[in-house]
């Protein structure tokens, strides 16, 4: 694959992940609840938009430049609606500054210890998505996994994991390698228990 076509499809896989959340947020916005969210999600999605946010900068690489300056705008209105509708302006408060410093932290520091913390954060982000597995393995039930969610994470994964290897940029193929694996294992998690529990056999 040319390094001009993966430039584009990486990021146009970014758009599409964080257009996916739209109906979520709509959700919460409709009922006045947070419910929709999960919190420690929300917060490590955006703490992994400001590392690649900042790698950009510092790295020039336009490709993870544009679309994270997407991730970390809508990132932050999704911050914002949780927090309003959670009624914790002041932790919306030291979220956006803990945001901001790290920003300015990781734009100023050496690239060496930004590749380690850009690893080691989108390392995290990628294991998320077990605890999907693990849902579905207690309950016999898949309803915890939406598909098109499913779809696009591989989709998204999968780009980048290319982008990298077209690239020669293993601070990319490393973290987008094993989220691509844990998805898939999502995706068995989520055939194999597609039907639901078995019913229980009612004894005479």
Known sequence: M??????????????????????????????????????????????????????????????????????????VIYVAIFYRL???PLRLGGVLAAGAALTLFFCTTTLSILDLCALIISLIAAVAPLEL????????????IEPISLLLGLFCSGS??????????????????IGH????????AYLAFAKGPKPAVKRE
């Not at 290319?162 to 193929?173: A, E, L, Y």
């Not at 694996?181 to 068995?188: E, H, T």
């Open 181 to 188: 694996i844990i998805l898939w294992a999502v995706a068995l």
């Open 2 to 75: 040319s390094s001009q076509l993966i430039d584009v499809i990486a990021p146009v896989s970014t758009y599409m992940n964080i257009c996916n959340f739209v109906p979520t947020v709509l959700k919460a916005v409709k009922t006045g609840s947070p419910s929709a969210f999960s919190e420690s999600l929300l917060l490590i999605s955006f703490l992994n938009q400001i590392v690649w946010f900042s790698y950009g900068i510092q790295t020039w690489t336009m490709s993870i430049l544009t679309s994270n300056t997407i991730g970390v705008i809508v990132n």
């Open 86 to 88: 959670s009624k914790a």
């Open 133 to 144: 597995v693990l849902k579905a393995f207690k309950s016999k039930d898949s309803g915890c």
């Open 160 to 177: 980048w994991f290319v982008f990298g290897r077209v690239h020669q940029n293993m601070t990319v193929i490393i973290p987008n390698g």
